[in-house]
């Protein structure tokens, strides 16, 4: 894998090493030092030109984990401001010879093009309503945690699919690891092809019940050029996931930022069934596996059994004799 752009760039297998290796990288998110020395010397490079709380400080934190040198920036308060064009700010950042930019931008199309303009490895951490391959990735992680397994899952994604890169990103990995996924909303929120991406669409929550995952999204109301709802109140008295539309033993997810009271009443954001929480947290350990799979993996050519010495083992059973050896190592590194 050299770039990732869309969650098209894998296959069924690529996206289960990337959720196995996360696992690994769990472990050791447990450590009482979390850091691990495989991405020493190398640097990475966030660029974000668009809002962002949690995918900003999760590839920031997974970056340093890996004891990479990182730089962020933000459009504000950089020389976007000052009218520099994209292309000319990731030549004058390509001069620090960075590893892997990762670029959040409201253009789609974004990150291809940085991937022309730069030797780094590029992952797309957003390009406007068009994909969001990592937040795809983490939720499939987070799934599997609750659920167990991912194949024959049944979730609903419901809200504005029609501007999110969030949604589209999660029906195409849900679909390759052999879930079934529904999408619901208004008409005017949800794209007329829709259906071509495999996925079945339902114009009310009176299946609901059906679904083992809520997938809620948010009213990207900054994408919005009209009036797509008639007004908020309307839209969550037909759509709003609430006490009582959520089962017992569904599972709610949602990408955040939540808006509380449309998209979701209080009560079920802090309700034990929202994995909201662990969403944010599967962040950092999933994009540290993007980086390690992009920048430190071993070629497919070389022996695919045998982990980097600096690395937890990606398989349960090698898991469970790694932690003790790699922690040491990776102290003993970290600290030298
Ligand atoms: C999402 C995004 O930016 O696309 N948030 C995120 O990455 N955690 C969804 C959203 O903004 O609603």
Known sequence: ?????????????????????????????????????????????????????RTSSSFELAAKRLSADVVSIRSSGSSVEKGESLKDTVQTLSAYDPAAIVIRSPHVGAAALVARWTAAAVVNAGDGKHEHPTQALLDLFTMRRRLGKLRGARVWIVGDVLHSRVARSNIL????????????????????????????????LDGLHAADVIYALRLQQERMTGAFIPSLREYAACFQIDGRRLRPGQLLM????????????????????????????????????VLYELLAAEPPTSSPTRPAADMPASNASQREHAPAASSASAHAEATA
């Open 173 to 204: 990995g849900l679909q390759a690891v052999g879930a079934q996924v529904t999408v619901c909303g208004p008409p005017t929120l949800i794209p007329r092809d829709i259906e071509a991406l495999g996925c079945a669409v339902e114009h009310s």
């Open 254 to 289: 949602h990408p955040g930022p939540v808006n509380r009271g449309v998209e979701l009443s209080a009560d079920v954001i802090d309700s034990p069934q929202a994995a909201i929480a662990q969403q944010v947290e599967a962040g950092v350990v999933v994009r540290m596996a």
């Open 1 to 53: 894998m050299r770039h990732l752009l869309s969650i098209e760039d894998l296959s069924r297998e690529e996206i289960t090493a990337i959720l196995d290796r996360a696992e690994s990288f769990a472990e050791v998110a447990g450590r009482p030092i979390k850091k691990v020395p495989t991405l020493r010397g190398r640097t990475v490079v966030n660029l974000f030109y668009e809002a962002s709380t």
